[in-house]
Every structure is written in C-alpha cells, then in structure tokens.
C-alpha cells in the first residue's frame, strides 16, 4: 500500500516536471527558420531583404541615392521606358544566365529563391525606378 502511494507520488511529481519544463530555448530567428515561412509577397521586402531578392546587394537605384547599394550590377534607371515589356524584367530576375551565361546575378527563379509570383511583383515593383 505505502509503496503504490509513493509510486503514485513519485510518478505525479514525474509528470509535473515533464510538463513544467520549459520548452528548449532557441533564438526566435533559428524558429522562423525551422517553419516553412509564409511567402512574402511585399515587392518592397523582397527587393531590399537579403534573405530574399537582396537586389541592392548589386544594384542601385538613381532615384533613390539614400539607398545603400552595390555596383556590380547596372544601375536601375528609367526602367520603364527601358523595359516597356516587363515579360523581358521577369525573364532577367528569373535566370539572366539563360541570357548570358556568364552573368553573376543569381538565377532566383530557377534557383527557387523567389516563386514567379514574387518574380512577378519584383519586375512590377522595379518598373518605378
Ligand atoms: C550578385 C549580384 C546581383 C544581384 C544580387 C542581383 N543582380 Fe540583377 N544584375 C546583376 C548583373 C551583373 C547584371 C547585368 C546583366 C548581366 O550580367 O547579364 C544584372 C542585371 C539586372 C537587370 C537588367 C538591368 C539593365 O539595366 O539591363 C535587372 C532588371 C536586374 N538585374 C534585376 C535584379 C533584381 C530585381 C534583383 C533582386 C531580385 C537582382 N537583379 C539581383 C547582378 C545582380
């Protein structure tokens, strides 16, 4: 008898640690990282964060000196007037390497950095440049 209720003791102080213990402690980041992330689909985002199109990793914009930007690739300017078929815009961001297979810009389509929706709202979004 006196042993069953130690069990029975032991066992629910068993529990209650087990249940009380806090979950493992990781950086909220390495958390977003572990969960398929919602797709982000805000054209600013993706043109600036570098997780994502980081494309002022290499371009800049003229209009926008404040920017802080790469050069290695051509600077963004007059895009509208440059590219008045924004199928060629898509066609560049989604693999220029077709294009020229020596190019450094990263193929984010066919590298499955960015979907062709998210291609699509970046050609969109570069259009004001
Ligand atoms: C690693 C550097 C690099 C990154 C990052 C990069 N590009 Fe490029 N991009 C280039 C280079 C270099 C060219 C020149 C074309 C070539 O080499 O064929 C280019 C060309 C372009 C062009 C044609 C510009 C013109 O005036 O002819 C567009 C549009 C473009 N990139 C859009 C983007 C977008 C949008 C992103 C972000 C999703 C991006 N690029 C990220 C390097 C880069």
Redesign the pocket.
């Known amino acids: 008898m006196k042993k069953t209720m130690m069990a029975a003791v032991f066992g629910s102080v068993l529990m209650q640690a087990c249940t009380t213990a806090p979950a493992p402690s990781s950086p909220p980041q390495a958390n977003q990282a572990a969960k398929p992330a919602a797709v982000e689909m805000n054209a600013k985002v993706?043109?600036e964060n570098n997780n994502l199109?980081?494309?002022l990793?290499?371009?800049s914009v003229v209009k926008h000196p404040e920017l802080a930007a790469g050069n290695?690739?051509?600077p963004?300017i007059a895009m509208k007037q440059?590219f008045p078929d924004p199928a060629k815009?898509r066609a560049?961001?989604y693999d220029?390497q077709a294009?020229?297979p020596d190019?450094?810009?990263?193929p984010?389509g066919r590298n499955k950095v960015?979907t062709a929706e998210q291609i699509d709202a970046?050609a969109n979004y570069?259009l004001q440049f």
Not at 103 to 106: F, K, L
């Open positions: 993706l043109f199109g980081n494309c990793a290499c371009h290695i690739g051509p963004f440059r815009l560049i961001i220029e294009n020229n190019t450094i810009m990263p984010f960015l970046l570069i």
